[in-house]
């Protein structure tokens, strides 16, 4: 390669990086098979789940199988599910060439973290002392596909510009709050990313393809938000507080992105993604007895934020703080969840036995025996400062994972290939030929027309007919 | 403009009407800062959502949380959810050029209506006399959710012919049945409309997704049917006839599109809507015990007069009612609606107890204390009545609002750009380049062939070419 | 016809052929008929969806409605509902140009199939011998929803290359094992489909509307192995077992398809179709406790069993068998299906009293009063037999219904017009017009170049501007 020209370079630099014929393999063995040996040693089924729960219901006085934790919170968890797969998958096909791998690449991310999730989530938080084992019900897996979201958040902030292999390297050290993403898309900057400029926009079907993404999200984010929250009172207000707050961040999102255009135009991308900006924002504060309009507030306000993020902060990040934020993940997630955590700790701080009644009080958040006296105040307390460790969290450990993808083993596209579906997958041929007897000189020309492959062919007959 | 010709006259007309900078993005404002004020008056939690709801149950001697009303209607709310957003809004994706008007406006007009429903419905029907409050829950969500219906069904009769502001004042007066759309668009008639005929047709792609609109409506439509019926067996019923009377409804549907045309190829146009025919006609009697072939029966015929609907009555009303109706809501909803109507008055004048039992005769139709002597004669003449007044506010208020929307102030699109998402959207460049590397000439020629915008230039080069 | 040219006659042969527009809607009418009357002579609702409800609620001690079977099913028979309409629908859409075919004739046959399902499962399980009823609730519309995925699977396997007719025939005699559909198109083999090998393909956005498929199977699959199983923990394990085993089986797809290429890249019909096989897999097992680690180790075979189908048996089946298999059910339902089987079968061996409990022995394998002496051997021998019976009845069967499917009466495509919309639906223009104004001259170039069917102008003008 010593006498190569730099598009030779190119070329052949790009040949060596992007094949995963290797790697994705292998990685995807290893891991899965670590997951059976993992789950084979920790995993069981809980109560709830395992054919002894006739014994166990006997012994609690339970009358019904109704009364199985399933029936609570089954429906919400098909819905979080939909949003993982379906919502997030979609929403990310807005560009032109990338939709397989923004449906099939969240597919698999998804598919490995929701396993890792309950093994790391069982680890940290349930595991049995005595037995030493993890036992999941139908409450850890949505814990599960909790941990997930975090992890497509982030891809979010990589989209077409990183290797399946890297993404799943990315999920192994996944983290919930959206600056983990944008601190690895910070590492990753790529200063000449604008050699993939024609491939970064959107078409007119790609965009409605990622409607369907933002409606499944905008949809069951109230079930997002309700699906773990206590029975009753509990799952019922964070579904009417989800629902008002999302109808209300549509309508000013709307307004917003009208203003931003001359003619008063609307801007998919902002339809597309910061009408979902309320739900995010309500993820902690859902349950609680924030009001009808105090829901309608705090979308009001999210959906203006998040617009305006999409108008004014992500080209200032881009250029100043060199943050390439495919998806704008820090105007729906990052930003939203800060307004999230500040809402949930002042409505946690202002909780009155009053408004809550006291049985309410414990309920809502949980004041077991453990923490009697922990006050409303100092339970606000904690929730913004949980909320401070996680975003330095998130922005270190986006620093070092985004260290390690550097590393030039995962096979990740050149400059000028990113958001190019051709990279990772074997494209379709893109003739659609419903002509039923074409005479095979037009058959020629149109191949030539609509194909431009084969080059000097194609180069030789225009230049014959402007001659 | 004095001078000008009659293009140039259209050109700026068009130019100063369809800008919507101003007026969408202050009615947007405007009505959700009202809405916050009025929730704040008005909405509460009810008892089942509210934090107190744990005495209240001990109160009732509710012994478990799975039977908060939450836990008998949430799965039906989603599903309803679901037909809303995504079903309407995909449904009417079917144009060649405004998949973004029909899923993006029916977002806005969807998020607005929610919330002036809740209100509307509190204020007329649940306003507690004590504490002028009116308190909601999942039930108050799912009705909310049904005046939407209403006003989206509205939407299909002039999709593509009116402006964003304009749906909004719509849904502002919104009526529940078809005929309130039809005649908004008799009023809104535009004799010239032809000029937007390239505009009119769906393309292979468009009809495709118009496709998950009709099934997600199709497949939910028995948990539209049952969501607010009686708990237990009332619920279970509604769902058993109208999956049945939606099954029916395919089969003719198909029967009578294949007998309209010559070699007996299928119209997509029909398998969209009148397949939906049926769940519309099981409206009002879908928890009747109107038996399995009963459903099958009111199936069989809905497809039939619905399709021929699209057939006949469409061009019809087009041609001598001058009723412009984009999506043919006649033919799915205005007449499958009243024979609706007058299933559910017989059957209810029907009702025996000897079906239905004593409990079930008083379940299903309500007859609570003050009702005890409305039979079910009466509940058939009512039900009757009640259809009747509905079709003549629905039509008086179509005109009124048809009226209001005809004052040159709206930003409706032009006669010859109606169908187009251009007027109200920023499109993506239609480009979809994937080639690697194309020479300067073969690119340019690519763009010119692909775009022809630059017309003067594209212009140019073809002379050159054919001279 | 005497004098015509090869051409001539296909042109004669596929006119006369595919003209469905006497045999669809007699097809439609007769059984859509027959099924009204079958339905009032047999079908009636049963004890939870009968108005008498109330009465035996009193009489079985039943305290709340929630205790209604509707309750622990609705939302898992919404979810199957949505895998038959959207999942079978969508999946089939990867064809570049049978997007209507696909999603339209799932929706004819799935809306015949589950009519005739519901009498099929009455009359030869559930008869009432009493009444001679059927007496149908919400776990009849399941089981009929299943019997449908069974038809749908056979559709499958001809894909494009039958009629609607044809269809509503195979439905008819309709069996639920991959075999059927394998069965007929081994029969209906067409020697030169290689003539349709243009329209075989996919493109891009039909692959992207078939992910839409893929993924509401792939999250629903848990509710579909767990819509029937018993009330409370049984429900509960189905849906993690099928959960873990799907995820695992994605990482397994990727891996596979990846090796497969020579630079590592993904194939859009493994992940579209492989990444399910762990899902039918674990259709017998799912209930049973085959621990968590046990669902994954199932799902890592399959996925990798399932692949390696698609890229060596598939060809084989082809060659040496003469199976064209359109959609590769082989690989996904016939095998996984088969091991699924197996599986059901060693663990149903295998089940002890030590892992389920004495009771939840009895619950999980039905060991009621008739069957006390059915131990878990034997139990799964019957399970080995049952397979190997359903095979054989579904080659068999296939074998038959193929035969008659070859009659000439049933207005199949030729050859050439395989995987084509065109031959039973009415297709769209295709021409995108979004220009404003376009010069004659360059509209009527356009014209040409994009659509070519005026052949001799445009022939004429390219040899024009050539010479």
Same mark, same amino acid.
């Given at each position: 390669?010593?006498?190569?020209?730099?598009?030779?370079?190119?070329?052949?630099?790009?040949?060596?990086?992007?094949?995963?014929?290797?790697?994705?393999?292998?990685?995807?063995?290893?891991?899965?098979?670590?997951?059976?040996?993992?789950?084979?040693?920790?995993?069981?089924?809980?109560?709830?789940?395992?054919?002894?729960?006739? $014994?166990?219901?006997?012994?609690?006085?339970?009358?019904?199988?109704?009364?199985?934790?399933?029936?609570?919170?089954?429906?919400?968890?098909?819905?979080?599910?939909?949003?993982?797969?379906?919502?997030?998958?979609?929403?990310?096909?807005?560009?032109?060439?990338?939709?397989?791998?923004?449906?099939?690449?969240?597919?698999?991310?998804?598919? =490995?973290?929701?396993?890792?999730?309950?093994?790391?989530?069982?680890?940290?938080?349930?595991?049995?002392?005595?037995?030493?084992?993890?036992?999941?019900?139908?409450?850890?897996?949505?814990?599960?596909?909790?941990?997930?979201?975090?992890?497509?958040?982030?891809?979010?902030?990589?989209?077409?510009?990183?290797?399946?292999?890297?993404?799943?390297?990315?999920?192994?050290?996944?983290?919930?709050?959206?600056?983990?993403?944008?601190?690895?898309?910070?590492?990753?900057?790529?200063?000449?990313?604008?050699?993939?400029?024609?491939?970064?926009?959107?078409?007119?079907?790609?965009?409605? =393809?990622?409607?369907?993404?933002?409606?499944?999200?905008?949809?069951?984010?109230?079930?997002?938000?309700?699906?773990?929250?206590?029975?009753?009172?509990?799952?019922?207000?964070?579904?009417?507080?989800?629902?008002?707050?999302?109808?209300?961040?549509?309508?000013?999102?709307?307004?917003?992105?009208?203003?931003?255009?001359?003619?008063?135009?609307?801007?998919?991308?902002?339809?597309?993604?910061?009408?979902?900006?309320?739900?995010?924002?309500?993820?902690?504060?859902? $349950?609680?007895?924030?009001?009808?309009?105090?829901?309608?507030?705090?979308?009001?306000?999210?959906?203006?934020?998040?617009?305006?993020?999409?108008?004014?902060?992500?080209?200032?990040?881009?250029?100043?703080?060199?943050?390439?934020?495919?998806?704008?993940?820090?105007?729906?997630?990052?930003?939203?969840?800060?307004?999230?955590?500040?809402?949930?700790?002042?409505?946690?701080?202002?909780?009155?036995?009053?408004?809550?009644?006291?049985?309410?009080?414990?309920?809502? =958040?949980?004041?077991?025996?453990?923490?009697?006296?922990?006050?409303?105040?100092?339970?606000?307390?904690?929730?913004?400062?949980?909320?401070?460790?996680?975003?330095? =969290?998130?922005?270190?450990?986006?620093?070092?994972?985004?260290?390690?993808?550097?590393?030039?083993?995962?096979?990740?596209?050149?400059?000028?290939?990113?958001?190019?579906?051709?990279?990772?997958?074997?494209?379709?041929?893109?003739?659609?030929?419903?002509?039923?007897?074409?005479?095979?000189?037009?058959?020629?020309?149109?191949?030539?027309?609509?194909?431009?492959?084969?080059?000097?062919?194609?180069?030789?007959?225009?230049?014959?007919?402007?001659?």
């Amino acid at each position: 390669m010593g006498n190569c020209s730099q598009g030779c370079k190119d070329y052949f630099s790009r040949q060596k990086n992007t094949n995963i014929r290797l790697t994705l393999p292998v990685v995807c063995f290893v891991w899965q098979i670590a997951m059976i040996i993992l789950f084979g040693v920790f995993i069981r089924y809980d109560e709830e789940s395992d054919a002894h729960w006739v $014994e166990t219901k006997a012994h609690d006085n339970i009358t019904s199988d109704i009364e199985n934790d399933f029936y609570f919170r089954y429906p919400s968890f098909q819905d979080v599910h939909v949003m993982i797969f379906v919502g997030f998958g979609f929403l990310m096909t807005f560009l032109k060439r990338y939709s397989f791998g923004a449906v099939g690449f969240n597919f698999l991310i998804a598919s =490995f973290g929701l396993q890792w999730a309950l093994l790391m989530q069982g680890w940290f938080h349930s595991l049995d002392p005595q037995t030493g084992k993890i036992f999941i019900g139908i409450e850890s897996l949505i814990n599960a596909d909790f941990c997930v979201a975090g992890c497509l958040i982030a891809y979010g902030a990589v989209l077409g510009k990183v290797s399946p292999v890297q993404l799943l390297v990315m999920t192994l050290f996944g983290h919930s709050l959206g600056y983990y993403g944008l601190s690895i898309s910070r590492v990753l900057y790529r200063p000449n990313l604008h050699q993939s400029k024609r491939m970064q926009g959107s078409v007119y079907h790609s965009d409605t =393809f990622a409607m369907i993404g933002t409606l499944f999200l905008w949809m069951f984010w109230p079930s997002f938000n309700s699906a773990i929250t206590d029975h009753g009172d509990g799952q019922h207000r964070a579904v009417i507080n989800t629902y008002l707050c999302l109808a209300s961040t549509v309508l000013t999102t709307v307004a917003i992105s009208s203003l931003s255009q001359k003619t008063g135009k609307l801007d998919m991308v902002h339809i597309q993604n910061s009408t979902l900006a309320g739900g995010v924002a309500l993820g902690t504060a859902a $349950e609680f007895m924030i009001s009808p309009y105090g829901a309608l507030i705090v979308g009001f306000f999210c959906g203006i934020i998040s617009t305006m993020g999409y108008i004014f902060i992500s080209p200032f990040l881009e250029k100043t703080l060199k943050i390439q934020d495919t998806c704008g993940i820090h105007n729906l997630h990052a930003m939203p969840g800060v307004i999230g955590g500040i809402v949930g700790a002042i409505t946690a701080a202002a909780a009155s036995e009053s408004v809550y009644g006291k049985q309410g009080l414990i309920n809502t =958040f949980d004041f077991t025996g453990d923490f009697k006296d922990r006050t409303v105040l100092t339970q606000g307390g904690y929730q913004a400062a949980g909320m401070c460790v996680s975003i330095v =969290f998130g922005v270190v450990g986006g620093a070092i994972v985004g260290s390690i993808l550097k590393l030039p083993i995962w096979g990740d596209p050149a400059d000028e290939n990113c958001f190019d579906d051709e990279v990772y997958w074997e494209l379709p041929d893109e003739e659609e030929e419903h002509q039923e007897s074409i005479p095979p000189i037009l058959e020629y020309n149109n191949h030539m027309i609509h194909k431009q492959q084969d080059l000097s062919e194609s180069n030789f007959s225009v230049e014959h007919c402007e001659s």
